[in-house]
C-alpha cells in the first residue's frame, strides 16, 4: 500500500503513540465471524488537549495497521464500532478530526467494510440523513447508525458472543491495561530476544526467557 510507504508507517512503534494507546480510545477487540478485525472506537475517551495532529495521525495508522495485521489471511478487513456514549464537543479538535477522517476514508477505503456508530447524538444522525443524500449508495452501506434496542442484535449477527463485550449484548469482558514505561520496555526486549536470539539463548543461558518473561508479567 503506497500510503503506508509515504507515513513509514512499519517503522511507527508503540512507544510513538503511547499516551494515544494508554487513553484507550482505540482498542482491538480481534476478528468476527467474517475474519475481519475488530476495533473499538470510544468517542469519550478522545481527548484533544492530550495530544497533537502528527501523534494522532500515526496513532490511526498504528491502530489500523495492527489491526489489519489481526484479520484472517486474506480478508484484509475490518470493522469498526464508533461508541458515542459520554461523548461531547470537548472530545473534537477539527484539526485532528481533518488528519483522522482522510486515513480511514480514502486511504484505507477499500480496507473498511463497515461501521457502527452506536449511541450517537442527534445532531450526528441529523448530519448523517442530510449527508447520505450525497454519497454513492456503497460508500453508504458502509455506514451504520444503530438505535439502542438494535445494537446486540445487529452485532452478535457479526461477531461472536464471546468476541464481543458485555456492554454491548456479548460474553467478553474488556481487558485493557495502559503501558507504563517499565511494561513497555519489557516488552520490546521479549521481542527483541524472542525474535533474534533463541537459538543463542537457548543453548548457553536456558533460564534467560523465564526471567525476562517474568519481569514482563509483574
Not at 57 to 65: A, P, S
Not at 122 to 132: D, G, M
Not at 158 to 166: A, N, T
Request: proline share 3%; charged share 25%; net charge negative.
Amino acid at each position: 500500500m503506497k500510503i503506508k510507504e509515504e507515513n513509514d508507517v512499519e517503522n511507527i512503534k508503540l512507544d510513538h503513540v503511547k499516551s494515544e494507546y494508554n487513553s484507550g480510545m482505540a482498542l482491538i477487540l480481534g476478528k468476527d465471524k467474517h475474519g475481519r478485525a475488530i476495533i473499538l472506537w470510544r468517542i469519550n475517551l478522545m481527548n484533544p488537549k492530550e495530544t497533537t495532529e502528527e501523534r494522532i495521525q500515526k496513532f490511526i495508522f498504528y491502530t489500523l495497521d495492527k489491526a489489519l495485521s489481526t484479520a484472517t489471511p486474506g480478508v484484509d478487513k475490518y470493522i469498526i464500532i464508533a461508541d458515542f456514549e459520554g461523548s461531547g464537543m470537548r472530545n473534537f479538535n477539527m484539526k485532528q478530526v481533518n488528519k483522522l477522517v482522510p486515513i480511514v476514508q480514502d486511504y484505507y477505503a477499500e480496507c473498511l467494510d463497515k461501521l457502527y456508530c452506536i449511541n450517537t447524538p442527534f445532531v450526528l444522525r441529523a448530519v448523517w440523513n442530510t449527508l447520505k443524500i450525497f454519497l454513492d449508495k456503497e460508500t453508504v452501506d458502509r455506514y451504520s447508525f444503530l438505535s439502542s434496542g438494535k445494537v446486540s442484535e445487529t452485532l452478535l449477527e457479526e461477531i461472536d458472543e464471546d468476541v464481543l463485550l458485555k456492554e454491548y449484548g456479548g460474553r467478553a469482558e474488556l481487558n485493557f491495561a495502559p503501558l507504563s514505561c517499565e511494561s513497555l520496555a519489557c516488552f520490546s526486549l521479549i521481542i527483541f530476544i524472542t525474535k533474534d536470539m533463541i537459538p543463542f539463548i537457548s543453548h548457553s543461558h536456558p533460564t534467560t526467557i523465564w526471567a525476562v518473561s517474568y519481569t514482563h508479567l509483574r
